[in-house]
């Protein structure tokens, strides 16, 4: 049972939108990035949410690592494809205004696809692949990060957590989205163990002599420092098959890096050569396929359906009352979300009030 206040969406995406502002983000620009927060929270995906409002946006502007003013270049266009260049802006801005060009050269041709560098941290990768989806469409999309996953067979921080998302349109009340890392599990996860007190799973993370880390706050530097590494997805080594998720995180990398010509593995870290703090200057990338220029966007979704709707009626596990699909415990949890906000813990209530008393802000929380 949640034990946590609430925060209606109305106070909360109102109270970021004005912060966003305050911190120089242009109000146009501050309603996108309060918006891809909260669709995070409302998809339970807390990790990537309200959580973060502080320390990866806030803080980063204060810090001078991340521009609140989003200067959006594109390098080089054809009907079908598009380089952007984001020049260290705020990467949730970079991200929509790409998919939303992908998606319209879908509309025209079919497919169209977008890449963007010297971006940044961009929320969850599921929300952009719902853009496409939304249209009928099929989306992918993928992002590079800070170093922090091992290859197989080393314990050296290498590549980020890097998802490969998809979003595809169903005749069901949502889409399927697999939207999930390519490590076990992910930094912001980690961080968010390290907020409620809570130990990381043994597992997860390794160290350099490849002994498991469980100490979340330690783990969050370490990973920073290079002494700890998260475990590819399968787990380490080849015997649960961790290289399927080394390869899928190389693959995420090259087309992150390659089709751009951006930064990649160890110029992610985010530190200089004198330790200082500098930019992540990540890559995106991001395709809308048009299931209409196929057998007809209709005929997508209802043979999309029927196939989810086996899989889940299937035989169950014994002790098993339910088998779920992708994306449909999201939309449960916005279902039950709805009508009562965002739960906050009292880590993140701190966060908020902080940042409404370092910009003045007019705002109570009902938390007080």
């Not at 009352?321 to 906050?344: C, H, L, M, N």
Request: hydrophobic share 40%.
């Amino acid at each position: 049972m949640e034990t946590r206040p609430y925060v209606s969406w109305e106070l909360i995406g109102d109270f970021m939108r004005k912060a966003f502002c305050a911190a120089g983000v242009p109000a146009e620009d501050a309603a996108v990035c309060a918006e891809i927060l909260m669709e995070s929270d409302r998809r339970g995906i807390e990790s990537h949410g309200v959580n973060r409002f502080k320390p990866i946006y806030i803080d980063r502007i204060r810090a001078g690592i991340l521009s609140p003013v989003t200067e959006f270049e594109i390098v080089r266009e054809t009907p079908t494809t598009a380089v952007v260049d984001g020049h260290n802006g705020m990467g949730m801005v970079v991200a929509s205004r790409c998919m939303k060009m992908a998606i319209e050269k879908a509309k025209k041709y079919g497919m169209g696809m977008v890449a963007a560098r010297n971006s940044t941290h961009f929320g969850i990768a599921g929300y952009y692949a719902t853009m496409a989806s939304s249209e009928n469409m099929i989306g992918l999309c993928g992002t590079n990060a800070r170093p922090s996953i091992a290859p197989t067979f080393g314990v050296e921080n290498m590549l980020g957590t890097n998802p490969l998302t998809f979003a595809l349109p169903t005749d069901e009340p949502f889409p399927f989205v697999i939207d999930c890392a390519t490590s076990i599990t992910q930094r912001g996860k980690i961080e968010y163990f390290a907020r409620e007190g809570k130990p990381t799973p043994a597992g997860m993370v390794i160290g350099r002599d490849g002994s498991a880390l469980t100490d979340s706050d330690y783990i969050l530097t370490a990973l920073t420092t290079g002494e700890a590494a998260l475990a590819p997805l399968g787990g380490i080594g080849d015997e649960l098959a961790g290289y399927k998720g080394y390869g899928y995180a190389t693959l995420v990398e090259i087309l992150s890096a390659a089709l751009q010509a951006g930064s990649y593995l160890k110029m992610l870290t985010g530190i200089g050569e004198n330790g200082e703090k500098k930019p992540y200057p990540l890559g995106h990338f991001f395709l809308a396929v048009d299931t209409e220029a196929f057998m007809g966007a209709e005929s997508f979704k209802k043979t999309a359906g029927n196939i989810l709707r086996e899989l889940r009626a299937s035989q169950k596990a014994p002790g098993q009352s339910r088998i779920f699909t992708a994306g449909e415990k999201e939309y449960e949890v916005w279902q039950e979300r709805r009508d009562k906000g965002v739960p906050v813990g009292e880590a993140v209530q701190k966060e908020l009030i902080s940042v409404r008393d370092m910009y003045s802000l007019d705002f109570r929380f009902p938390f007080e």
